[in-house]
DNA sequence: CGCCTATTTCAGAAATTCCTGAAAAGACGG
DNA sequence: CCGTCTTTTCAGGAATTTCTGAAATAGGCG
């Protein structure tokens, strides 16, 4: 690996993230290359950065473009494909929302509700069911929150995000608040 | 594995998921068990109900324990060590974020402040730090809303949910809600 | 088409993670 | 302090994941 110390630290760090974060290393590295370099990078550049192999980089790419945090880029007058990360931080954010609620709550969900239909043939089970209803109901309340927030334009978000710790203090006195907002969208 | 279908589909399930969320099958499966069941459960009935080793069990449990997802919890009249899951899953859901935030996001936001402090020694790096400050202000917004957010009260927890939408819709009309709020906090 | 360059696939090697059984350590009552 | 029951540790085998090099595929261009 032959990179500017401030980069290597960087990419080093994210090889080693990887794993917490259900990637492997090299994918972790080739992101955050991708994502500090001011140029969209070709496969070769990569290989040479980071000193892995070839079909490794392929397949770290394959994976990155399906999780839609790395693009095709094409140059003029070069064959070759080009690759870079989005630059808005926030689409980001959003994609990576996205694509681990896709991998790591759908399909919870969906076995959820499939057991929730079968009818209980024991007082185990129908504790059990009691269980997997409560979650259910869990998960739903935050992803019908999340599919909300998640259409929000940056700006509107950040706005909401800033505006979170203010809404907090005001929900402790929630009698009074909500007689505002109902109050606010009757008069609007 | 000997269990009534149902908790045993669930058991699978989590088992199955396990590496997606960064935990094992066995750990996950154990979670599930101890989640859905009536009772503290201990470590020979978890080795009889999902077919595992002993020492297995024992790790998986520490881990567990070491998430804060599974409690042990002492009957009178038994030496052995029982466990359980918190009953309630609004306080599993914020010990989830808790640790994970503790595991995925605080050691990067640690790395990201630490290369921000050098100085950039090259074009090259003085982007790369550019596009690090840019990710480490995301993250910065992310954790601050999320660190008054996790201090609700599950009411509360559960009504900024609920409002979430609502909120949004109002803040597409943005000058208006922050003018609404400013009045408000003033006449408090 | 034939040639050249770029990319993907994939079998198996390498590395890592997971799991087990055996042994050690711990805890308590007698 | 011994015997019994329980839990933990840990070396090494099993399983899984990651990575590589070689071969196959793809995609122009003349």
Redesign the interface.
Known sequence: MNL????Q??VL?FGE?G????INRTVGQIYALL????DPLNAEQIVDALGVSRSNVSMGLKELQAWNLVLPKHLPNDRRDHFTTPDD??QI?RTLAEERKK??VD??LS?LRE?LM?T??????R???A??A??H??IE??T??YD??K??ET??L???????????R???A?DKV?G??RG??EAS
Chains 1, 2 share one sequence.
């Open positions: 500017p110390p401030l980069v630290a960087f760090h993230m794993s917490r974060w259900g994502y500090v370099s001011p931080v926030w954010l991998r790591e399909p919870t076995v057991l079968q209980p043939a024991s007082d185990e089970e504790h059990a069911q269980r997997m409560e979650m109901g869990l309340r935050v019908t929150w909300d927030v259409r929000l700006e509107n950040v706005t909401l995000l800033a505006l979170g710790a203010k809404v907090t005001l929900l402790e929630k909500i505002l907002v606010r969208k």
